[in-house]
């Protein structure tokens, strides 16, 4: 049987949280290695072609940050998930927002695109931590408005409207889950 055990975390058969955030780390140095900032700035001109040279350099090195603190942001999730014992309402949505960073083939395929590539990736886990914070209670109460216009800017409206939608879709399939689980729990067998 494969599950989660609340004293030793994840058993046989799933990916620890350890695991999933080298995954990330490593798909962001395999990106950066596709073309680096160089392949960025020339995504980023595309998008913005009436800003200076100046202007594309400061936007990929913001990009470049907000790519990089995906792993710390996905780590802290998850512990702030652990700490409030919401792991069977969070890991599911951040699965799925990990599970799309590390697909190399997706709306903006960091396989083809390098960095400019985890764009979509980074846009997606900000908008389900965004979700998170909509609770009664704010999940991590960070300002995320910043880094989700400054990405929704580069990868455009109809594909932030797509993740979006995978977002929603998300968060949909954990409540069905969740309802049918606790369905299952109010009703004897």
Same mark, same amino acid.
């Given at each position: ?69 995906? #792993? ?7 512990? /702030?998930?652990? !700490?409030?014992? +919401? *792991? $069977?309402?969070? &890991? ?43 609770? #009664? ?7 995320? /408005?910043?880094? !989700?216009?400054? +990405? *929704? $800017?580069?990868? &455009? ?33």
């Amino acid at each position: 049987m494969t599950g989660t055990s609340p004293d030793e975390g994840p058993t046989e058969g799933t990916r620890t949280p350890r695991m999933q955030i080298s995954d990330v780390q490593a798909v962001i140095e395999s990106a950066r290695a596709r073309g680096g900032m160089d392949a960025l700035e020339k995504f980023i001109r595309r998008r913005l072609p009436e800003a200076e040279d100046e202007e594309i350099r400061e936007a990929a090195e913001v990009a470049v940050e907000i790519i990089e603190s995906i #792993p710390v942001f996905l780590a802290r999730a998850r512990q /702030e998930a652990d !700490e409030r014992n +919401l *792991r $069977s309402v969070v &890991g599911p949505l951040l699965n799925h927002a990990e599970q799309y960073f590390l697909q190399p083939m997706d709306l903006i395929p960091e396989m083809t695109q390098g960095l400019a590539g985890l764009l979509d990736d980074c846009y997606l886990f900000i908008r389900v931590l965004q979700h998170l914070d909509k609770g #009664p209670e704010p999940f991590l109460d960070w300002d995320l /408005e910043y880094p !989700e216009q400054f +990405l *929704r $800017s580069l990868i &455009g409206k109809e594909i932030s409207r797509q993740l979006d939608a995978i977002v929603l879709d998300a968060m949909n399939q954990v409540s069905h889950h969740l309802a049918e689980l606790w369905s299952k729990m109010s009703h004897p067998a």
